[in-house]
C-alpha cells in the first residue's frame, strides 16, 4: 500500500469515527432535553391547551444619568450598568421569574452615579411601572399595580435607594429557599471556596460548551422557570436547545476580581465584578456580548443548589 492510499484510508477513517462521536452526543443530548422537560413539566397543567392562560407581570424603567439595579424578593431583577453609549435607557420585560407566589412582594431601586463620576448626577432620574397582564400578553384588561417616579435630588449622593411592594396573584408558590441556610452565618473563607467551586463547575460547562452537563447543573432552575412562565413542552424545548446552541457558539471571557454578594435575605449568594458590580459571566459569539448569571443557595442538608 502506497504511502498516499495509506494516509486516505487514515483521513476516512478519522472522518467516519468523529462522525459517529457527534451522532452518540447529539443522541445523550436529546434524550437529556427529553429528561428535563419531563422534570420541568410534571405535575403542571397543559398549558398549551388551555384557552386563557394565568397571568404575567411586566416591569417597565426609563432612566437617565445614573445605573441602576432593580430588586425583587431582594434578588436583581433589572440592571443598567454599561452607560459607554449613553445613560438615558428605557426597559421593559416580564417579571414573573423573580416572583415567588401570591401576595405582598417587595422591589428595591438602586441608583448609581455614572462612569467617571463619584456622586449622581442632579439631574439623576429614574421611574418605574409594574404592569399586571391578565391571560398571557392579551392587551385587554392590563392594570397598573405599582409606579414610582424617583424626585430630584436636592443634594450629591453617592447611591439612592427607594424601597417599596406591590401586590400580585399567581398560581405558583416558590417554597425552596424556605429550607435554605442563611449563608452570612457561615465562616467566609470555607464559604468562598464553597462558592468558587460552584463557579469553577459552571464556567467549565460554559467553555466546554456542553449542553448535557449545563441542563443538569441548572434543572432545579428550568423546573421553576417552567411553573412561572406557564411553558409548554414545546417551548422548553426550543428554549433549551437556542441556549446550548448559544454556548457552543460563543467565548467566555475572563470573569475580573469578584467578591460575594447576598442576596435573599442572605440565603442566595452569587460572585459580583469587584469593579462593575455586575453579577453576570460574560459570552462574545463574535457579533453580541449575552451575560449569565449563576445563583445559589445552600440547604440544611449541606448541598448547594442553583438558584
Same mark, same amino acid.
Given at each position: ?5 495509506? *494516509? ?21 443530548? +436529546? ?33 437617565? +444619568? ?93 447611591? #439612592? ?10 398560581? #405558583?408558590?416558590?417554597?425552596a429557599l424556605e429550607n435554605a ?34 441542563? %443538569? #447543573? ?17 417551548? *422548553? ?5 437556542? %441556549? ?17 454578594? #447576598? ?21 462574545? %459569539?463574535g457579533e453580541y456580548y449575552s ?9 440544611? %442538608? ?6
Amino acid at each position: 500500500m502506497t504511502i498516499k492510499k495509506y *494516509l486516505l484510508i487514515l483521513s476516512l477513517f478519522v472522518l467516519f469515527q468523529s462522525c459517529g462521536q457527534e451522532k452518540k452526543s447529539q443522541a445523550a443530548l +436529546n434524550t437529556k432535553i427529553e429528561e428535563i422537560i419531563s422534570y420541568a413539566t410534571e405535575g403542571l397543567p397543559d398549558y398549551g391547551k388551555m384557552e386563557k392562560l394565568p397571568d404575567l407581570y411586566n416591569i417597565s424603567i426609563s432612566s437617565s +444619568n445614573c445605573k441602576y439595579v432593580i430588586l425583587i424578593n431582594d434578588i436583581p431583577n433589572t440592571a443598567f450598568s454599561n452607560d459607554s453609549q449613553g445613560s438615558v435607557t428605557s426597559k421593559t420585560k416580564g417579571i414573573n421569574s423573580s416572583l415567588l407566589g401570591s401576595g405582598l412582594t417587595p422591589i428595591e431601586i438602586r441608583l448609581f452615579p455614572s462612569t467617571g463620576k463619584q456622586v449622581l448626577d442632579k439631574y439623576a432620574s429614574i421611574s418605574v411601572k409594574i404592569e399586571h397582564i391578565p391571560h398571557m400578553g392579551s392587551a385587554e384588561g392590563r392594570e397598573t399595580v405599582w409606579t414610582y417616579k424617583m424626585p430630584m435630588l436636592e443634594q450629591p449622593l453617592p447611591t #439612592f435607594v427607594h424601597k417599596g411592594a406591590f401586590e400580585v396573584t399567581v398560581p #405558583f408558590k416558590i417554597t425552596a429557599l424556605e429550607n435554605a441556610v442563611d449563608l452570612s452565618t457561615l465562616d467566609s473563607t470555607q464559604l468562598r471556596k464553597e462558592v468558587d467551586a460552584q463557579f469553577a463547575t459552571f464556567i467549565s460547562i460554559l467553555e466546554k460548551g456542553d449542553g448535557v452537563a449545563l441542563l %443538569d #447543573f441548572t434543572k432545579e432552575r428550568e423546573r421553576r422557570s417552567a411553573k412561572k412562565w406557564y411553558s409548554t413542552k414545546e417551548e *422548553l424545548k426550543e428554549e433549551m436547545v437556542a %441556549d446550548i446552541e448559544e454556548i457552543k457558539k460563543s467565548k467566555l471571557l475572563p470573569l475580573p476580581k469578584a467578591i460575594l454578594k #447576598f442576596y435573599a435575605n442572605n440565603k442566595v449568594v452569587s460572585l459580583k465584578n469587584a469593579e462593575t458590580l455586575e453579577t453576570y459571566l460574560w459570552m462574545d %459569539d463574535g457579533e453580541y456580548y449575552s451575560g449569565r448569571a449563576l445563583y445559589l443557595y445552600k440547604t440544611k %442538608d449541606n448541598k448547594w443548589h442553583v438558584w
